[in-house]
């Protein structure tokens, strides 16, 4: 949903002369509102997505704008534009990735108990990083090698690894016993996805996140990450160029993505963003990232409402119903529209919604947005 190039949303109301969302904002520009339409040069800013994962997506990162206009110039075939693309993901139901590197604590754990992720990195960069404990700059510098290590060791030495891993530990779930050391059903799982695939060994390194729906994960420029499984939404900054690195059939980049990547651990803690009650709005929950290019809210309608507004804003915005029935009226519109699961609007700039419930249930929405 948005109106990026390569995936420009089609209107679906055949009154309206504009096939897609892309050609009515450039006829009127001035529905994005006047700061977001001078801030991002007549475009939409974000793209906003529901996924559905049932088998991971790629271990990746997205570049920063310098990166990505570098990359954009030498690649523009695997690099589509020149935007970088920090992005957020919300949980629908509970959703399972993989983000940001662990407290070294945990690497060092894994590299202690599983001989074949230890044979990848090497003896050397092992005890490098076992020694670079507890100084944040030779630690940094000693995960980048140990991880640039794993992704670049020779083909048959890491299928080996993989192989006699996958054995030790489905030997080891049928004796009973526990392995979560080697941290063995995500391990069976990826590898039984994605067979001989570097990517597998990339849990030893990196956080596993558990959200629970409504919670929610921000994912900076150079931050490494993969999502496993879930339902989300899913908002980004209006860009396509993704650096990717194993478990995928698609484009593999390396050596960009071992050269570009923020190589700072952190808990898992630290990697779920919080999401804030609007004061003037106890319906609305705010999930503001550290970017301009999107802030996204959380509409929930209690079951005691029967009338709602959706309030204007000086920014265009799309509308996602997860749940819940309404009409809505609003100034713009050639007539009434009937939402429900599924639905999607776009809302031009200082224009509000009224929404008249016709389910009993209340009602779930998302809004992305763009609030300068």
């Not at 407290?103 to 202690?112: D, N, Q, R, V, Y």
């Not at 558990?210 to 931050?223: C, H, I, S, Y």
């Not at 690195?245 to 990547?261: N, Q, S």
């Not at 920014?315 to 050639?334: C, H, P």
Request: include cysteine; charged fraction near 20%.
């Amino acid at each position: 949903m948005g109106a990026h190039p390569k995936g420009d949303a089609l209107i679906k109301d055949n009154r309206i002369s504009q096939r897609t969302l892309g050609q009515w904002i450039a006829d009127f520009p001035g529905c994005l509102g006047s700061k977001v339409k001078d801030t991002f040069h007549g475009q939409l800013p974000f793209l906003f997505k529901v996924l559905s994962v049932n088998t991971a997506l790629s271990i990746q990162a997205h570049p920063n704008r310098e990166l990505a206009a570098r990359l954009h110039a030498q690649f523009p075939e695997h690099y589509p534009d020149n935007n970088h693309k920090p992005e957020m993901a919300i949980a629908l139901t509970q959703f399972e990735g993989l983000c940001g590197f662990r407290p070294m604590e945990e690497i060092l754990g894994f590299l202690k108990n599983v001989p074949e992720f230890r044979a990848l990195v090497g003896n050397e960069a092992s005890e490098e990083l076992q020694s670079a404990d507890g100084n944040p700059h030779r630690t940094s510098l000693a995960l980048k090698k140990c991880f640039t290590r794993m992704m670049n060791c020779e083909k048959k030495l890491f299928v080996d690894q993989l192989n006699m891993l996958v054995k030790r530990i489905s030997e080891e779930e049928a004796a009973g016993k526990d392995t979560s050391g080697s941290n063995g059903e995500l391990l069976l799982r990826l590898h039984s996805q994605y067979p001989g695939d570097i990517g597998c060994f990339s849990i030893y390194f990196l956080n596993r996140i558990v959200l629970q729906p409504g919670e929610a994960m921000f994912l900076g420029a150079n931050e490494p990450h993969a999502y496993l499984s879930g339902d989300c939404v899913e908002c980004m900054a209006c860009s396509d160029n993704t650096v990717r690195a194993g478990l995928t059939p698609k484009y593999i980049d390396v050596d960009t993505l071992c050269e570009m990547l923020n190589y700072c651990p952190a808990p898992v803690s630290a990697k779920i963003f919080p999401c804030v009650r609007d004061n003037a709005d106890p319906c609305v929950y705010l999930y503001d990232p550290p970017v301009p290019d999107f802030t996204v809210m959380r509409i929930q309608v209690p079951s005691s409402t029967q009338q709602y507004t959706v309030s204007a804003l000086d920014s265009a915005g799309i509308l996602l119903v997860i749940d819940g029935e309404a009409v809505a009226t609003s100034a713009a519109a050639l007539s009434d529209i009937t939402l429900k699961r599924g639905s999607v609007l776009f809302i031009s700039a200082n224009e509000s919604v009224s929404l008249q419930l016709t389910s009993s249930t209340g009602m779930t929405m998302f809004r992305a947005c763009c609030l300068l």
